[in-house]
């Protein structure tokens, strides 16, 4: 052996040595060697004794997927061979061995020669070290000791191992360490590596027993710590929000600190406590006699404080449940997991720290993942398999392009995230050149961008990227971030702000749109089959306290910006816009007497969510002077497919020849009739649909402030020309993932490849 080789096997040795478990001993091992012996693959088998068979692994080279997984028969392929033998096998054209056998899971290519060194300890076989390269070669001698050196050091690790009961990851996974991938659906685009943070819905209260109290004071001290708790948890939630509420919007924290003063709700408690019930006990039952009293109060603001106090009784009962909450602690790259996470409950979280969103439910436009995609945090849903509850704290890789998950995922594929996360930081800051300019294709068309809001980040951003207005205000969000309805000099202010940040340039407001997964977390509406029941303007026709309270609101927030738009969701008939056109000019008549200011009247646009509004333009065009199209809910009508199910979202496709020729036909109707027509749906932020959008004609795409800059980079990109005649092929085809990929295989055409997700670059060998 040279000097050089000697020198290589000492650093590999060493390596492996400081590995912190087998595991990482294998990893090293795999990846020095083959770049030591400038092969291609080098792979670890190790016989499970149990099952008398070599299960793969570590390797480089062969798919990661296969690690773990991958095993042969004791008398099985070359790799048995060389253990039956316990001697070296050295190939310069394995296929051409009678005992060649091909593995497709491993991706393994044909690979022509191959070195397999058995793994000895004390005359027992261990294991199989391979080597392949794709060239015929004929392994040195000296390649072979170099081999045959590392193998013997390697095994005394192995026994080791077993010896400490480490290698169980041949008995199938405890699942506490063995590294395993789950599929999801992608939501919201982006990388993260991290640690998970289980998400456990809000304290049950109505499921807390009755229990004799063990010892008194213990109880008290407990609600006494549990109490002082949530009084810190309120005043850091009241000081989060200073950025993103007004003071007036805070009210409700200070309301909170009073009944958690000592003489209110916590003597109560302690009456009870002292009176022999258990702490949670005599939480629930101070605050089912409030909720009761409350309830009955003729009032409607006192009314609604019930949802106030049930939401304390929740907080300090959490507390008390959890001595152990304090795990839940979130670091730099906690990746938030649970089986349902609704927008509410996510805005609540400590944004900064979430590093990516997985979770059980949902589907791709779920109003969370729509919101977490403004955020820019990536996200995937609908991971149906994922055992969420196992996995508090487990190190995880979330590729939300795919809608994968690695637990415990390998230290290669690990690095290799590392680097894609890289790319992608680069490829962001490469984009910062498109803020703040038109968009404009290379033939000279200018295109209209818009930003869809909710928060007061999205506007931020809008306007930091160069929105030329507000295509949609999302005004349920901040119905969400609240503990009841807001008041409507809240919202005033609110809307106020949204107005102001795009003066002299269009914002248009969508009222109050709730329902399905839209659910206010003071004001449940549950529905068997929610997507077709109470939502939109349906729930708000119901109740014209609510519709006209935020109407009025959105009209005072205009006065003298007079750039206030106003979108009607979820039409079906032409009735509802009639009665909703009836409590607008009521409103503004109000308004008007009221505030003694002439208002401007604002323009009113139909969303078009439910097909029958396909059929229905012409009327519609008479009451209204817009369409915009929102695509997330056509789509789901129109397919019949729910977009918040897992497992259906497989047939939820903006691709689907269906979708398309229906947005076709709208825009060609809306034009016919002389109204302008755009697109909020998540189909104008998506680089492959928006191309068709802009072909089709549409006045403005809406999208979230995260796809701004790379629609505009595509659109910078595509001449109008070629958009026409892809949408012309397009609209004759009858397959929604030919259209994707025909339309993927464009932009890739176009050197636009780092548009298409699936085009990223994936760690498989
Ligand atoms: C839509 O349905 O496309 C839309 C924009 O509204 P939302 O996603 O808020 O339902
Ligand atoms: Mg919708």
Known sequence: MSAMQLETLRRIVQEVDAAASLHEALEVMVEQVAEA???????VYLLDERNQRYVLMASKGLNIESVGVVSLATGEGLVGLVGQREEIVNLEDAASHPRFRYLPET??????????????????????MVVQNRERRAYTEAAESFLVTLCAQLSGAIAHAHAVGQVDVFRKPSLAKSSKTFQGVPGAGGVAIGRAVVFYPPADLDAVPDRQADDITEELELVKQAIIAVRQDIRELDAKMQESL???????????????????LPAEINALIRGGNWAQGAVRKVIESHTAHFAQMEDEYLRERVSDIRDLGRRILARLQTADDQHREFNEDS?????????????????NHIAAIVTTEGAANSHMVIVARALGIPTVVGVTELPVTALDDAE?????????????????LRQRYKEIQKEEQQAAKDLKSYENRETITPDGHPVTLYV?????????????????????????????????????????????????????KPVVMRTLDIGADKDLPYFSIKEENSALGWRGIRFTLDHPEIFSSQIRAMLKASIGLNNLHILLPMVTSVTEVEEALYLLYRSL?????????????????????????????????????FFSVGSNDLTQYLLAVDRNNPRVAGLYSSYHPAVLRALNFLVREAHHLNKPISICGEMAGEPTTAILMMAMGFNVLSMSSSNILRIRKTLSHVPLADAKSLLHEVLKMDSAPVIKSWLEHYLIKQGL?????????LPTG
């Open 37 to 43: 012996m400038g092969s291609e693959v080098c792979s």
């Open 452 to 504: 869809n809001t909710g928060l007061m980040i999205d506007v931020v951003r809008g306007v930091q990227r160069g929105a030329q207005g507000v295509g949609l205000y999302r005004s349920e969000i901040p119905f969400m971030l609240r503990e009841r309805f807001p008041g409507e000099e809240e919202q005033r202010i609110i809307y106020r702000q949204q107005l102001s940040h795009f003066a002299n």
């Open 107 to 128: 991706g393994e290519e044909l690979y022509k020669s191959f070195l397999g060194v058995p793994i000895m300890y004390r005359r027992k076989v261990m294991g199989v």
């Open 396 to 412: 995880m890789i979330v590729d939300a392009h795919q809608g994968r998950i690695f637990v415990h995922p390998i230290r290669r």
């Open 589 to 625: 008549a109000e308004v008007q007497e009221e505030e003694q200011v002439k208002i401007a009247v604002p323009k009113v646009g139909v969303m078009i969510e439910v097909p029958s509004i396909l059929l229905q333009m012409r009327d519609l065009a008479e009451l209204v002077d």
């Open 246 to 264: 007004m003071a007036e919007e805070r009210a409700l924290f200070s309301v909170y600190l009073r009944m958690l003063d000592d003489n209110a």
């Open 335 to 351: 990746i938030l997991i649970g089986e349902e996470i609704t927008t509410a409950a996510l805005v609540e979280m400590p944004l």
């Open 753 to 761: 490849g780092d548009m298409v997700k699936s085009s990223l670059a």
